[in-house]
């Protein structure tokens, strides 16, 4: 059979397609075109040879060629000519695109301060850089993920997390050298402790699943921490099925444990931390009693887990975003990083390493001291006057430089403290899957003057809010670099975009230069801006390209392990940790300064059986939204084809006992609701889920169904969010975003009722 394909590129991945957090090596295979046409993509596989992913990779990715193909990707700039909601667009040229949209914002600048402006993505894709870049040269603070309640998705881990060590850490699976498994200087983990995350669906926050199971293979043994059975829990040797948004009460549980039981490292407790006493004392409220009660964890398993990972070093432990939701995460963040702390798993061969990027490269500032740093201290003070929830919450005025997403949407309905104008939304599709409390940021978004997209599909956003949308381009149209920890990498541009759709890089690039033409004098090219980024590797853009497109850092910064021996850790360059005492704090000395709670603390869901109990009486079912399809990024790919047959439906899953009492057959469409909405799901028998929880995956809106209002793809027929509170959920500012603890009921559907379901927007 003769090859379809007249040559193999090598990139690397980080969204669109597969949606992803990204990092694989892939290879592209490409069918030159006669006349001048774009190279054709006929296939694409994964790179055997790339040490991130040596050769696997996602169904998403496998199914690229549907994506950037799709018949329904959008590839023109485009406007609103109708009302909101009526779907008419229409294509204008990227001049009148980007010219109208630098005439509104200015005048909203102009007229009410650039703050009046709310710069929104979504989830970490290659977004972060390019809109924290457009949102300062426009001279906005209010940089969000808006949507998602209390920035619910790493920020809170993060940041709770540096409190403790000062820095941010993943389970060491070998990542941060080129040689991985092979390299003497790591250790296989003796266990490693999963904990609310599935990262073999998902490859979440820069971590591949299939690293774990690497691991598995050379030895470790698993904990894992989840009230669903997953792939993983199911070869555990202890599988704690917990509570929903329980975690913080675990965690303190493990560390009394640890405490009372000595099984501790005490040569690192005694040189490098402070505040155990007081620790110590703490934890004394959380026996195992006290936990199980807390948890459903039975005590002899919290005991046995507790002590397989404690008294077995190294071992690591990898969380996830369920973390984030949890009530007061930061707290919960905090007292999970005191157990590899305690422990004596920081840092170490098969520990909990300290994540950074590679050559400490940063694309964007992060923190306050990284703006200071970029911007200048004036530049800090500003935009801190103005970001929504600095006043109110501490970590948003000094860890993570996001706004609180919760006040922000009361505030674009409220307009108090003052006004918001217009958004700017460039990967994010909030009233498809991301936003808690679906109506109230559709409100919002109505409420705006001026509202633009940035997407590569037509989606219930789009359909409802847009004014202006701009195209974007897919992985293999655009050039860009990844340092997400380790290695530096190229994404390169294979062959011209389709139609005219433009990298998100080159769109905010154009607007930045135009919002501030200082910038001017620094950059003529997006590529200047790389090369700079680039400089402490000892390459530029196009030299990296030319070495196969990855470098990692051979001495330094990202170099594993025990640099709070040698002052990597520390801006100062002493030895130590990044925290105001230079230890490890047990006992938070920012915490103390800021007002808050020192030391990590147990809340309870907002909703749940011991703070609302009348109201579990009227819902007796929690809500788990949210696990991850492997077929489906959030709310993508429901129109890939070679995806959705995997996948086809929205469903529930729930225990055949529960469902049996309500009427309910595997298959049957039913109702689920609380005092907020409802909306259906397709019913999926689960022997494994807890008799009290259901199980619904989130992002649901699909394609195929009418996009006009009031339909807008059945997002308000499928959407879970619905139902989900979106309210402040954490004394700091950041977690508690309630998606994992709904009280809801779950029952058959009315005749009639499942289709006036699209009608009831509000
Ligand atoms: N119920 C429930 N809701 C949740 C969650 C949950 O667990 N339960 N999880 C939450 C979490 S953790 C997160 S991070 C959010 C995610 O929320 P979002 O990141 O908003 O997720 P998506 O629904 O994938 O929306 C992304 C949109 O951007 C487009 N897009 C994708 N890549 C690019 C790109 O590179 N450039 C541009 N311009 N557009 C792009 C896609 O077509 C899509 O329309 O959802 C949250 N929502
Ligand atoms: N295929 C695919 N991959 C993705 C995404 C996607 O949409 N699709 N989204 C990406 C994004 S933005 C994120 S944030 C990550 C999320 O990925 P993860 O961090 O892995 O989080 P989830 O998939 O929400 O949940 C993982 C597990 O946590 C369990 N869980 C739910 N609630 C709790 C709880 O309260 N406590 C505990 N201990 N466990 C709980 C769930 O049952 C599930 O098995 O995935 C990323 N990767
Ligand atoms: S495996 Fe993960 S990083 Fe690799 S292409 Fe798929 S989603 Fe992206
Ligand atoms: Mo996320």
Same mark, same amino acid.
Not at 4 to 16: K, L
Not at 336 to 350: E, K, R, S, Y
Not at 431 to 439: H, P, V
């Given at each position: 059979?003769?090859?379809?394909?007249?040559?193999?590129?090598?990139?690397?991945?980080?969204?669109?397609?597969?949606?992803?957090? =990204?990092?694989?090596?892939?290879?592209?295979?490409?069918? +030159?075109?006669?006349?001048?046409?774009?190279?054709?993509?006929? /296939?694409?596989?994964?790179?055997?040879?790339?040490?991130?992913?040596? =050769?696997?990779?996602?169904?998403?990715?496998?199914? !690229?060629?549907?994506?950037? !193909?799709?018949?329904?990707?959008?590839?023109?700039?485009?406007?609103?000519?109708?009302?909101?909601?009526?779907?008419?667009?229409?294509?204008?040229?990227?001049?009148? $695109?980007? +010219?109208?949209?630098?005439?509104?914002?200015?005048?909203?600048?102009?007229?009410? =301060?650039?703050?009046?402006?709310?710069?929104?993505?979504?989830?970490?894709?290659?977004?972060?850089?390019?809109?924290?870049?457009?949102?300062?040269?426009?001279?906005?603070?209010?940089?969000?993920?808006?949507?998602?309640?209390?920035?619910?998705?790493?920020?809170?881990?993060?940041?709770?997390?540096?409190?403790?060590?000062?820095?941010?850490?993943?389970?060491?699976?070998?990542?941060?050298?080129?040689?991985?498994?092979?390299?003497?200087?790591?250790?296989?983990?003796?266990?490693?402790?999963?904990?609310?995350?599935?990262?073999?669906?998902?490859?979440?926050?820069?971590?591949?699943?299939?690293?774990?199971?690497?691991?598995?293979?050379?030895?470790?043994?698993?904990?894992?921490?989840?009230?669903?059975?997953?792939?993983?829990?199911?070869?555990?040797?202890?599988?704690? %099925?917990?509570?929903?948004?329980?975690?913080?009460?675990?965690?303190?549980?493990?560390?009394?444990?640890?405490?009372?039981?000595?099984?501790?490292?005490?040569?690192?407790?005694?040189?490098?931390?402070?505040?155990?006493?007081?620790?110590?004392?703490?934890?004394?409220?959380?026996?195992?009693?006290?936990?199980?009660?807390?948890?459903?964890?039975?005590?002899?398993?919290?005991?046995?887990?507790?002590?397989?990972?404690?008294?077995?070093?190294?071992?690591?432990?990898?969380?996830?975003?369920?973390?984030?939701?949890?009530?007061?995460?930061?707290?919960?963040?905090?007292?999970?990083?005191?157990?590899?702390?305690?422990?004596?798993?920081?840092?170490?061969?098969?520990?909990?390493?300290?994540?950074?990027?590679?050559?400490?490269? $940063?694309?964007?500032?992060?923190?306050?001291?990284?703006?200071?740093?970029?911007? =200048?201290?004036?530049?800090?003070?500003?935009?801190?006057?103005?970001?929504?929830?600095?006043?109110?919450?501490? !970590?948003?005025?000094?860890?993570?430089?996001?706004?609180?997403?919760?006040?922000?949407?009361?505030?674009?309905?409220?307009?108090?403290?003052?006004?918001?104008?217009?958004?700017?939304?460039?990967?994010?599709?909030?009233?498809?899957?991301?936003?808690?409390?679906?109506?109230?940021?559709?409100?919002?978004?109505?409420?705006?003057?001026?509202?633009?997209?940035?997407?590569?599909?037509?989606?219930?956003?789009?359909?409802?809010?847009?004014?202006?949308?701009?195209?974007?381009?897919?992985?293999?149209?655009?050039?860009?670099?990844?340092?997400?920890?380790?290695?530096?990498?190229?994404?390169?541009?294979?062959?011209?975009?389709?139609?005219?759709?433009?990298?998100?890089?080159?769109?905010?690039?154009?607007?930045?230069?135009?919002?501030?033409?200082?910038?001017?004098?620094?950059?003529?090219?997006?590529?200047?801006?790389? +090369?700079?980024?680039? /400089?402490?590797?000892?390459?530029?853009?196009?030299?990296?390209?030319?070495?196969?497109?990855?470098?990692?850092?051979?001495?330094?910064?990202?170099?594993?392990?025990?640099?709070?021996?040698?002052?990597?850790?520390?801006?100062?360059?002493?030895?130590?940790?990044?925290?105001?005492?230079?230890?490890?704090?047990?006992?938070?000395?920012?915490?103390?300064?800021?007002?808050?709670?020192?030391?990590?603390?147990?809340?309870?869901?907002?909703?749940?059986?011991?703070?609302?109990?009348?109201?579990?009486?009227?819902?007796?079912?929690?809500?788990?939204?949210?696990?991850?399809?492997?077929?489906?990024?959030?709310?993508?790919?429901?129109?890939?084809?070679?995806?959705?047959?995997?996948?086809?439906?929205?469903?529930?899953?729930?225990?055949?006992?529960?469902?049996?009492?309500?009427?309910?057959?595997?298959?049957?469409?039913?109702?689920?609701?609380? +005092?907020?909405?409802?909306?259906?799901?397709?019913?999926? !028998?689960?022997?494994?889920?807890?008799?009290?929880?259901?199980?619904?995956?989130?992002?649901?809106?699909?394609?195929?169904?009418?996009?006009? $209002?009031?339909?807008?793809?059945?997002?308000?027929?499928?959407?879970?969010?619905?139902?989900?509170?979106? %309210?402040?959920?954490?004394?700091?500012?950041?977690?508690?975003?309630?998606?994992?603890?709904?009280?809801?009921?779950?029952?058959?559907?009315?005749?009639?009722?499942?289709?006036?379901?699209?009608?009831?927007?509000?």
């Amino acid at each position: 059979m003769s090859k379809n394909y007249d040559r193999i590129e090598n990139t690397t991945v980080w969204s669109p397609g597969p949606g992803c957090h =990204g990092g694989c090596g892939v290879r592209v295979f490409l069918k +030159d075109m006669p006349d001048g046409q774009p190279a054709k993509v006929v /296939k694409i596989e994964a790179d055997p040879c790339h040490p991130w992913n040596q =050769g696997r990779t996602c169904s998403r990715l496998l199914a !690229y060629t549907r994506y950037l !193909y799709h018949p329904d990707r959008l590839l023109y700039p485009m406007k609103r000519v109708g009302e909101r909601g009526e779907g008419k667009f229409e294509r204008i040229s990227w001049d009148e $695109a980007l +010219d109208t949209i630098e005439s509104k914002f200015k005048q909203f600048r102009e007229e009410s =301060g650039a703050e009046s402006v709310i710069f929104v993505q979504g989830t970490g894709r290659d977004i972060n850089a390019p809109l924290t870049f457009l949102t300062y040269a426009y001279g906005s603070p209010n940089l969000s993920q808006l949507g998602l309640s209390g920035q619910s998705c790493y920020t809170p881990r993060i940041t709770g997390a540096c409190m403790v060590d000062g820095t941010l850490t993943v389970a060491d699976c070998s990542q941060f050298f080129e040689k991985r498994y092979e390299d003497p200087r790591w250790e296989v983990p003796k266990y490693i402790v999963v904990w609310a995350t599935n990262p073999g669906v998902g490859c979440p926050d820069g971590f591949q699943g299939h690293w774990v199971v690497d691991c598995m293979k050379r030895g470790s043994k698993l904990i894992v921490i989840d009230p669903r059975a997953t792939w993983f829990s199911s070869r555990a040797e202890h599988f704690l %099925q917990t509570r929903p948004g329980s975690d913080g009460a675990l965690a303190l549980g493990m560390l009394h444990l640890i405490i009372e039981n000595e099984w501790y490292d005490k040569d690192f407790i005694d040189k490098w931390t402070q505040g155990l006493p007081e620790l110590r004392e703490r934890c004394r409220e959380y026996s195992p009693e006290v936990v199980e009660r807390l948890t459903w964890v039975p005590k002899e398993v919290l005991y046995e887990a507790t002590k397989a990972y404690a008294t077995n070093s190294p071992s690591a432990i990898h969380w996830g975003m369920p973390i984030d939701m949890n009530p007061e995460a930061t707290t919960v963040a905090q007292a999970i990083a005191m157990l590899w702390c305690i422990t004596g798993n920081f840092d170490v061969p098969g520990g909990n390493v300290a994540a950074r990027g590679a050559f400490g490269i $940063a694309m964007w500032p992060i923190n306050q001291s990284q703006v200071l740093d970029t911007y =200048g201290a004036e530049f800090l003070e500003k935009i801190n006057d103005k970001r929504i929830g600095a006043k109110e919450f501490p !970590y948003v005025a000094n860890t993570r430089l996001y706004i609180q997403p919760d006040l922000a949407v009361e505030q674009m309905l409220t307009g108090k403290p003052y006004k918001i104008r217009g958004t700017y939304i460039q990967t994010s599709n909030l009233l498809g899957g991301n936003a808690a409390d679906l109506n109230k940021h559709y409100n919002a978004l109505r409420n705006m003057e001026f509202n633009v997209l940035v997407d590569l599909f037509h989606n219930p956003t789009t359909m409802a809010v847009a004014d202006i949308i701009l195209p974007a381009a897919c992985f293999t149209e655009r050039n860009s670099i990844r340092v997400w920890h380790t290695p530096a990498q190229v994404i390169r541009k294979l062959h011209e975009p389709l139609g005219e759709a433009r990298n998100d890089w080159e769109i905010n690039f154009e607007l930045a230069l135009r919002f501030d033409p200082k910038l001017r004098e620094k950059y003529t090219k997006l590529e200047d801006f790389f +090369d700079e980024k680039l /400089k402490p590797s000892g390459h530029t853009f196009e030299s990296l390209k030319a070495i196969g497109g990855w470098i990692f850092e051979k001495e330094g910064v990202s170099v594993p392990y025990k640099r709070y021996e040698t002052g990597l850790l520390r801006p100062d360059g002493k030895p130590g940790f990044a925290t105001p005492s230079g230890k490890v704090e047990f006992y938070s000395l920012n915490h103390e300064a800021w007002g808050l709670d020192p030391l990590p603390f147990y809340r309870e869901p907002p909703e749940s059986e011991n703070v609302t109990p009348e109201l579990m009486k009227k819902y007796p079912l929690v809500m788990v939204t949210g696990r991850r399809s492997p077929v489906y990024f959030h709310s993508e790919h429901r129109n890939i084809d070679w995806l959705r047959e995997v996948d086809p439906f929205p469903i529930v899953e729930i225990n055949p006992k529960i469902a049996k009492e309500r009427g309910l057959k595997d298959g049957d469409w039913c109702i689920i609701e609380n +005092d907020r909405g409802k909306f259906t799901r397709k019913v999926m !028998y689960n022997i494994s889920m807890n008799a009290k929880c259901v199980s619904v995956p989130h992002g649901w809106w699909p394609p195929e169904e009418e996009g006009k $209002a009031p339909h807008y793809f059945g997002a308000w027929k499928y959407n879970c969010n619905k139902l989900v509170l979106s %309210q402040v959920g954490s004394s700091s500012g950041y977690g508690g975003g309630a998606y994992k603890t709904v009280p809801v009921n779950v029952r058959r559907a009315e005749p009639g009722e499942i289709e006036r379901l699209g009608e009831e927007i509000r």
